[in-house]
């Protein structure tokens, strides 16, 4: 299982963006799914996480970001309003997938990573 972010990029305080993720692979499920960031010289966080109908957001974002999912293409989305500059940081994909592989019946469970996509807000 392979995830792809997309849509990273400059933008000054105060705008908006939107991220991408595209999960590809011989998955047949997924169990949730999921954006980091990881900032200069700071640990990895949750941004914000999809688990079957429920959706859970870092707290200190009050409200300006959104996820979403598309359930027909699987593309995992982070709408981003009122971009600030601590929003600053590299942007990760990630979830768990259930699949197989190739001539083996055995359902397998993963939790792959995207390479990230960078996020920059500067004025």
């Known amino acids: 299982v392979h995830l792809v972010e997309s849509g990273g990029g400059l933008v000054q305080p105060g705008e908006t963006l939107s991220l991408s993720c595209a999960p590809s692979g011989n998955f047949h499920s997924i169990r949730w799914m999921a954006w980091y960031r990881q900032a200069p010289g700071k640990q990895r966080e949750l941004v914000a996480k999809?688990?079957?109908?429920?959706?859970q957001y870092l707290d200190s974002l009050k409200g300006r970001f959104t996820i979403s999912q598309n359930m027909f293409t699987n593309i995992l989305y982070l709408q981003m309003n009122n971009l600030a500059s601590e929003d600053t940081a590299v942007y990760y994909c990630?979830?768990?997938?259930?699949?197989?592989?190739?001539?083996?019946?055995?359902?397998?469970?993963?939790?792959?990573w995207g390479q990230g996509t960078l996020v920059t807000v500067s004025s």
């Open positions: 990630s979830g768990g997938f259930y699949y197989r592989n190739d001539g083996d019946p055995t359902t397998r469970y993963a939790e792959p």
């Open positions: 999809i688990d079957g109908d429920k959706t």
